[in-house]
């Protein structure tokens, strides 16, 4: 089987993004729950997961940070949005089962992508180091309707998964004033500390 970078190898070069695709992820995410209730209804999952995944595309398309950063090369094909990080980390968004697998039956393409071997001379033709094998990560999302989204990276070897990180983003924290900000603060956060204490 081919090779790939180990969970701790592949880390540092996802680790400096981890902030910014989970904001880009959450803002999509949140984005499509504000959409009307009756019309999320009637949507199905396909269309739910398109809807976000659209809204992804284009948060990338208009991340300046994204697209003015040297170590970063990004192509969009097929309605899916590649990222390349320092010709050696290679990163797709895609929606994730329960399992953390990705969503969906798997085509030919993907089944390549998830075995680390399709042809990134292709997909970057701007690269010129032709032994390049990059590895192959989703920037996974799965959210429920209580507005928890967990952003797992996850590393495929053909069907099965080979390592993951996991992250659980809260989105969507209720919008408060700065009183009642405070007021959560002090009144709530102390006296936990205090009941801790005292039960020693």
Same mark, same amino acid.
């Given at each position: ?10 880390y540092p ?55 003015k950063d ?16 320092? !010709? ?8 994730? !089962? ?19 071997? !399709? ?37 495929? !070897? ?43």
């Open positions: 089987s081919s090779h790939h970078l180990s969970k701790e190898e592949a070069y996802v680790a400096p993004y981890r902030q910014l695709f989970n904001s880009l992820i959450a803002d999509a995410v949140d984005s499509y729950k504000r959409k009307p209730p009756e019309d999320r209804l009637i949507d199905s999952s396909r269309t739910r997961s398109s809807s976000i995944s659209d809204r992804i595309l284009w948060n990338i398309g208009h991340c300046e940070q994204l697209l040297p170590y970063v090369k990004i192509r969009r094909r097929y309605g899916v949005v590649r990222i390349l990080v320092k !010709d050696s980390v290679q990163v797709v968004f895609k929606k994730l !089962d329960s399992n953390l697998k990705p969503s969906h039956p798997s085509t030919a393409r993907s089944l390549n992508y998830s075995l680390h071997c !399709d042809d990134i001379h292709k997909e970057f033709p701007e690269i010129e180091n032709a032994e390049l094998r990059p590895t192959n990560l989703y920037w996974g999302y799965t959210w429920d309707l209580l507005g928890e989204t967990r952003t797992p990276i996850v590393c495929m !070897d053909g069907s099965q998964i080979d390592w993951y990180i996991e992250t659980i983003t809260k989105v969507a924290e209720p919008i408060m004033d700065t009183e009642q900000q405070q007021d959560r603060t002090t009144k709530k956060v102390r006296p936990k500390y205090v009941n801790r204490k005292s039960n020693t």
